[in-house]
């Protein structure tokens, strides 16, 4: 059964990737498949001095020449490659954002880290050589809101706009927030999802404080999640922007297109640290199925979360284990083969998931290959699995105690 | 002489502020608004502050608002530095 479409059923029609694995759908999708990773040493910086040298890093990208030249030196480079995400989505969409009325458009996406590396710059600027050497464009680069501010301007989007900042759960808060929008009839049209780029000593050091990123120096086994060899995870930049569009709102030949529909969402805060209280997943990722109306038995595909960091690898499979069934649902994590994104990391599982929903193929999991003892699930792992998919399940946390879960059907044949 | 020219205006805008791909910044831009050029205050308020790291010459808040084209950057920069006997 396919879900049901009619008004203000928010369809996903356009997705645009700059992520590791490649820029656009196509590449990003054939990269997955392939089992091909963007995780190298660190480019963007000298990370010798680093205790970790490993990350995805969205080699291709280059600002000039797709990012409106006034823009460049005024955003981050994370807001470069959200601009771009945006323009590859709409055009996936077909969607021309001019003729569309203003105000029924909205723009929500998810940051991590703000403008980090543009930060870095001007208060290297400020110490270096004083306050008069510091870019007026430091107001409005930095901040978290930037990239839907930008996207906002660019494309000519003046309804209720805003950003979400909840680590690496962010992404699904985002695309909760614009499912709301659509399913309300505020919105007809919302791009979504996220970037992040965090990809300079400043933006690395803050990260290296939350003591999970892996240090092991090898690209094939720095990032095991659910493996006995888990050692932590690794950073990566980019993301994947999505349209979301009121069903009731575009032409039958449009809603045939689509990807598919989110059909639930749950957001959930793990108890402080030393509570005897369960950690949030397993009650974020069951209300969520509660908000689709799906039960645990239909759904065909999880994307997991894949913290890589063996206590989070365990409440994790934990979870999907009690609410599934073990083994009882094929789970993946594409994410080993770009890191984790932060703030663009489950927009892109997101993708990822519509991608696998529309081929019909669960992408395997590279690296991960003995089980860590605890993890009762059915991780694809040695090559694609072939199955009929309608619906997924992504699952995303974020430092700090953010959960987030997302339903998601495939919305055509 | 002038000390500071269009074309030092023009290098500044460039490299601090970056260019709208659809204006011609080397075209006769002296008398244009910056507005139609796509320069913003806070573009502005970039290119005071390069040009008074430059040049050693302060463009006050009020004052900027008042220099609506390069043209009357350009002249005002010039006035300034006449001024300061340089």
């Known amino acids: 059964m396919m879900a049901a479409i009619d008004g203000n059923t928010p369809l996903c029609t356009g997705i645009g990737v700059v992520a590791p694995t490649g820029i656009g759908v196509e590449s990003h999708w054939q990269a997955i498949l392939g089992g091909k990773t963007g995780i190298d040493r660190i480019s963007r910086f000298d990370p010798a001095a680093y205790p970790v040298k490993l990350s995805g890093q969205v080699r291709d990208f280059v600002a000039k020449g797709r990012v409106p030249g006034r823009l460049i030196p005024q955003t981050d480079h994370w807001t470069h490659m959200a601009l771009r995400a945006t323009e590859l989505a709409l055009s996936d969409a077909a969607v021309n954002p001019a003729s569309l009325p203003e105000y029924e458009m909205a723009v929500v996406t998810s940051s991590s880290s703000g403008g980090t590396e543009f930060g870095q710059h001007e208060m290297t600027r400020l110490y270096q050589h004083g306050p008069s050497w510091v870019s007026a464009y430091q107001s409005i680069a930095w901040f978290y809101a930037a990239t839907t501010g930008q996207v906002s301007i660019r494309n000519g989007m003046r309804g209720p706009c805003g950003v979400v900042c909840a680590e690496q759960a962010g ?3 985002a695309l909760g927030q614009a499912r709301r929008l659509v399913r309300s009839g505020e919105s007809r049209l919302v791009v979504s999802g996220g970037t992040d780029a965090a ?5 690395l050091t803050a990260q290296l404080a939350s003591g999970s990123l892996s240090t092991v120096d090898d690209p094939e086994t720095a990032y095991l999640p659910f493996d006995q060899d888990a050692a932590g995870f690794l950073p990566g930049e980019g993301g994947a922007i999505l349209i979301l569009e009121d069903a009731g709102r575009i032409g039958e030949r449009a ?3 689509a990807y598919g529909v989110i059909l ?4 959930g805060f793990d108890p ?8 949030a ?3 974020t990722l069951a209300r969520a199925l509660d908000d689709a109306r799906v039960d645990a038995a239909d759904v065909d595909v999880v994307f997991a979360d894949a913290m890589g960091v063996p206590e989070l690898d365990i409440v994790e499979a934990q979870a999907i284990g009690a609410v599934f069934g073990e ?17 663009g990391g489950a927009s892109l599982d997101v993708a990822t998931a519509l991608l696998s929903l529309r081929h019909g193929v669960v992408p395997h999991t590279v690296g991960p290959r003995r089980l860590a003892a605890g993890c009762p699930i059915d991780l694809v792992t040695g090559q694609p699995r072939e199955l009929d998919l309608r619906t997924a399940v992504v699952l995303s946390r974020g430092y700090g105690g953010f959960n987030a ?3 998601l059907r495939r919305s055509r044949n | 002489m002038p000390k500071f020219t269009l074309d030092d205006l023009r290098r500044t805008l460039r490299e601090s502020t970056g260019i709208d791909e659809e204006v011609d910044l080397d075209g006769d831009i002296a008398d244009t608004e910056f507005v139609e050029l796509g320069y913003d205050s806070l573009a502005l308020l970039q290119v005071a502050s390069e040009v008074e790291r430059s040049y050693g010459v302060p463009i006050p808040g009020e004052q900027l608002a008042q220099l609506t084209t390069p043209g009357s950057v350009v002249t005002f920069i010039n006035e300034q530095l006449q001024r300061a006997g340089v």
């Open chain 1, 281 to 283: 997943l397993r009650a």
């Open chain 1, 255 to 257: 809603q045939q297109d």
């Open chain 1, 171 to 173: 992404g699904l808060a």
């Open chain 1, 264 to 267: 639930g969402h749950a957001t």
């Open chain 1, 405 to 407: 879960a997302l339903v």
């Open chain 1, 272 to 279: 402080r640290p030393e509570s005897a209280r369960a950690p």
């Open chain 1, 199 to 203: 990809l300079c000593p400043y933006g």
């Open chain 1, 327 to 343: 083994n009882a649902v094929p789970v993946t994590a594409p994410k080993t083969l770009t890191g984790r994104l932060y703030g």
